[in-house]
């Protein structure tokens, strides 16, 4: 009976021999095929890049960075609007320049662009996949599941959604890596994933819920193999980073709104004439 382990290794070798042995014309046309119009895609992707404008609330993080400074829109936003501090920073960051905002704006869907196909890579060689073509059709494929306008081409939703997908599929790697048991979980290890996935929690909500149903089953099958237990450290984290950046700023915006609205139906006593 084969390990879960061999079947993964025996995947990556099929996926490989899809691409690299020689078959029929047919497969070899349908093959070609599907890589020049990935190709194609992915030059789409490129022209509209260069061609990507700021929208409003990139302007209104700029606003904010520059009159606060970085580090303190940050607070701010996460005191009075939402937990997503890492995004904020990231906006902030790169907005903050009138003269980047405005003319160096396709470097934003650059950069979610490399770092998503350098984060497919990784999983995939993780995985045994160390075919070129596999590699390009499986980003392809990553890229097609995004929201172009939201995720890729704008500012404020690149640095929630998409730098979020990369580190995502990372972290899926390396925990692949541990479920397989091809890496030692050292401390340092842990310390990375642990404050990695502190982090992801803070890029949205939907990634934050799927990691931790990630790490659920996966601490469990290490304690019930007696091995890289440290894992529960990890899933302490994703933990802890839910609750930083969903229930915590949760609590200060309810404070907020309640003393706010205290404060608009108080009035000051009438004189009496």
Not at 36 to 55: D, E, Q, S, T, Y
Not at 56 to 64: E, I, K, L, P, V
Not at 103 to 115: A, D, E, K
């Amino acid at each position: 009976m084969k390990s879960k382990t061999d079947e993964v290794r025996f995947f990556g070798v099929q996926a490989n021999d899809a691409f690299d042995t020689p078959g029929d014309r047919l497969t070899i046309f349908i093959r070609n095929g599907v890589l020049v119009i990935g190709v194609i895609f992915l030059l789409w992707i490129l022209w509209n890049a260069f061609h990507a404008i700021p929208a409003a609330d990139d302007f209104c993080y700029g606003f904010g960075a520059r009159t606060r400074g970085v580090f303190q829109n940050v607070v701010t936003e996460y005191l009075t609007w939402g937990g997503r501090y890492t995004p904020a920073f990231l906006i902030g960051a790169f907005a903050v320049s009138d003269k980047v905002l405005l003319h160096y704006y396709y470097i934003v869907p650059l950069l979610i662009l490399t770092l998503n196909f350098l984060a497919a890579r990784h999983f995939l060689s993780v995985v045994g996949i160390k075919n070129a073509a596999f590699t390009l059709l499986f980003f392809v494929l990553l890229m097609v599941t995004f929201r172009m306008r939201e995720s890729l081409f704008w500012l404020a939703g690149g640095a929630t959604y998409g730098i979020a997908c990369a580190l995502f599929l990372t972290l899926i790697a390396e925990e692949l890596q541990i479920f397989r048991g091809n890496s030692v979980l050292s401390t340092k290890r842990v310390a990375i994933l642990s404050l990695a996935s502190v982090l992801l929690a803070s890029f949205n909500e939907t990634v934050m819920l799927a990691h931790i149903a990630l790490l659920f089953p996966l601490m469990i099958c290490c304690f019930v193999r007696k091995t890289h237990r440290a894992v529960a450290f990890v899933l302490a984290a994703a933990i802890a980073g839910a609750i930083i950046s969903g229930q915590l700023p949760a609590i200060f915006c309810a404070r907020r709104q309640c003393r706010n609205i205290s404060m608009c139906c108080w009035r000051p006593p009438l004189r009496s004439s």
